[in-house]
Nanobody, 126 residues
Framework: QVQLVESGGGLVQPGGSLRLSCAAS????????MRWYRQAPGKQRDVSQR????????????NYADSVKGRFTISTNNAKNTVYLQMNSLQPEDTAVYYC???????????????WGQGTQVTVSS
């Protein structure tokens, strides 16, 4: 009932920046929890291998993995039904497929949905 479309990945040199976007296909009534995960090269391509990178709650509270704290910022634009991940000071170890994960209420009747975006590739290399 909700589709998440991710964009913004690409190739960047060490020290560079990217902003990832994850747009929902319909209006979000309330955010319970929105997250960004990543899956690095060399890891098995299944959900269990995805590393939690950043979290934002409906109240605006945020949490970050120690490896990205101070470099990455998660935010939302409720009018656009979109969550962002601003990534600064990127390093080769940040190379991964990044996935948006949403736990939201999408209508005033309390209908909820939880799921994943398709992923977007981020490559940090000279």
């Amino acid at each position: 009932q909700v589709q998440l479309v991710e964009s913004g990945g690409g190739l960047v040199q060490p020290g560079g920046s990217l902003r990832l976007s994850c747009a929902a296909s319909r209006r979000i009534f309330r955010i319970n929890d929105m997250r960004w995960y990543r899956q690095a090269p060399g890891k098995q391509r299944d959900v269990s291998q995805r590393e939690l990178v950043a979290v934002i709650t409906g109240s605006g509270s945020t949490n970050y993995a120690d490896s990205v704290k101070g470099r990455f910022t998660i935010s939302t634009n409720n009018a656009k039904n979109t969550v962002y991940l601003q990534m600064n000071s990127l390093q080769p170890e940040d190379t991964a497929v990044y996935y948006c994960n949403a736990d939201v209420v999408y209508d005033a009747d309390g209908s909820s949905w939880h799921g994943w975006g398709q992923g977007t590739q981020v490559t940090v290399s000279s």
